[in-house]
């Protein structure tokens, strides 16, 4: 992790639009920032999706934002603010909120270290995903989790060829093949037999789901690596990108992946720690786990 040099004085706030409790709190955060905290020069609360909150983040309008929801609005929120450098505090208002450090009922006790910068950022790498076309097209995103392609609605594996930094890997005969960062590697990819990786690592997992006769372990790849993948079916290969609704792909359509130029920043109060100490609640939460040490 890395000390913040610098106080904020310019500060967003934002919400999660359909969690009805959120914005209550911000309105909250919002008004004892202005009663308690005359040194910070601007403040606004805006909802997530409010088109002046992502004009006034490409105009690094701000030092911080602080983003109330779950872990889902943590993931949208470093994606709108990490290609300018923004670090973002998350609000726990969910139901699960792994990657939520602060609480509902904590964030006033750590608005007075927020605002006078007693803080760390914890640094988190990214992936630059391009899907490119036969006809030369291409779409391109920035991702915080992984990259899926996967087998469409009839359930039947699809063939996933992959290459490494131009080194032909293999053909991996299966449901899927998963391309994640170590923040995605407590997602689908530990879901899929992955390893679990401290958040800070800059490196990229390679995971199928379910192969058939083909590799059936997990690659640890290097943050200099590009991976690119080719998938064909007899019937339908879909791609998504960060769980975004899935797209049909061609035979000929190429993936590539490489580590971004972009690194999501999250606000941290308490030491490396947080991780292990987080990770190990949460997985407690699942039934099986209940009265084993």
């Not at 040194?39 to 911080?64: R, W």
């Not at 995903?129 to 779409?139: H, S």
Request: some cysteine.
């Amino acid at each position: 992790m890395k000390k913040n040099q610098k106080k904020p004085e310019r500060i967003a706030i934002t919400w999660h639009p359909k969690l009805p409790d959120a914005k209550t709190e911000a309105e909250a955060i919002l008004q004892a920032i202005h009663d308690e905290y005359p040194q910070v020069t601007s403040v606004a609360a805006y909802s997530l999706y409010d088109d002046a909150f992502h004009h006034n983040v490409k105009e690094k309008a701000f030092d911080l934002v602080i983003t109330l929801g779950g872990d889902g609005t943590m993931l949208r929120t470093n994606k709108i603010c990490a290609p300018y450098d923004i670090p973002v505090c998350g609000v726990n208002m969910g139901s699960f909120g792994f990657m939520m450090e602060v609480q509902k009922n904590q964030w006033r006790r750590r608005l007075k270290d927020l605002i006078g910068g007693k803080w760390m950022i914890e640094e988190r790498m990214m992936l630059n995903v391009k899907l490119i076309r036969q006809d030369g097209g291409k779409l391109e995103w920035e991702v915080l989790n992984d990259a899926v392609v996967g087998h469409g609605s009839q359930l039947r594996p699809i063939r996933v060829h992959v290459m490494i930094s131009g080194n032909e890997l293999t053909t991996y005969v299966a449901d899927g093949l998963i391309v994640a960062t170590a923040t995605g590697s407590t997602a689908y990819a530990m879901a899929a037999g992955g390893p679990i990786m401290e958040p800070e690592l800059r490196n990229i997992l390679v995971i199928p789901v379910a192969p058939h006769l083909s590799l059936d372990r997990g690659l640890l790849l290097k943050e200099s690596d590009v991976v690119e993948i080719t998938a064909t079916s007899n019937h339908e290969a879909i791609f998504s990108p960060d769980g975004a609704k899935g797209m049909i792909l061609l035979p000929t359509d190429r993936i590539q992946i490489a580590a971004s130029q972009f690194n999501a920043k999250y606000i941290r109060f308490n030491s490396k720690g947080f991780f292990y100490r987080n990770f190990l609640q949460y997985m407690q939460r699942n039934p099986s786990a209940i009265g084993r040490n």
